[in-house]
Nanobody
């Protein structure tokens, strides 16, 4: 079972940037597709971005396309989410997740392991 630990969350102003990291241990990181999800207060967890095991394919929620970039460093066993042009509606707890068997999915059910989450707050 993989262990996932997010970091890099915090407070940003609208228009600002943050970079989230997710350190993975306990599995061969390069075998797994990875994803980022987020959950705002009172809302369901939603897909943000996903990346294939090689990094060759990426997928994004429409509202973050052009602002967020998902990437991975398989040598460092680390997943990243670069978030630019942040908006108040991006405020949420952000989770990284590992998809052991697929290519990265928009569905949370497809992911077998999850981190504990990191809070991102964007002020207007």
């Amino acid at each position: 079972q993989a262990q996932l630990v997010e970091s890099g969350g915090g407070l940003a102003q609208a228009g600002g940037s943050l970079r989230l990291s997710c350190a993975v241990s306990g599995r061969t990181f390069s075998n797994d597709a990875m994803g980022w999800f987020r959950q705002a207060p009172g809302k369901e967890r939603e897909f943000v971005a996903a990346i294939s095991w090689s990094g060759g394919s990426t997928y994004y929620k429409d509202s973050v396309k052009g602002r967020f970039t998902i990437s991975r460093d398989n040598n460092k066993n680390t997943l990243y989410l670069q978030m630019n042009s942040l908006k108040p509606e991006d405020t949420a707890v952000y989770y990284c997740a590992a998809d052991y068997y697929g290519l990265g999915s928009v569905l949370a059910l497809a992911y077998e392991a999850w981190g504990q989450g990191t809070q991102v707050t964007v002020s207007s």
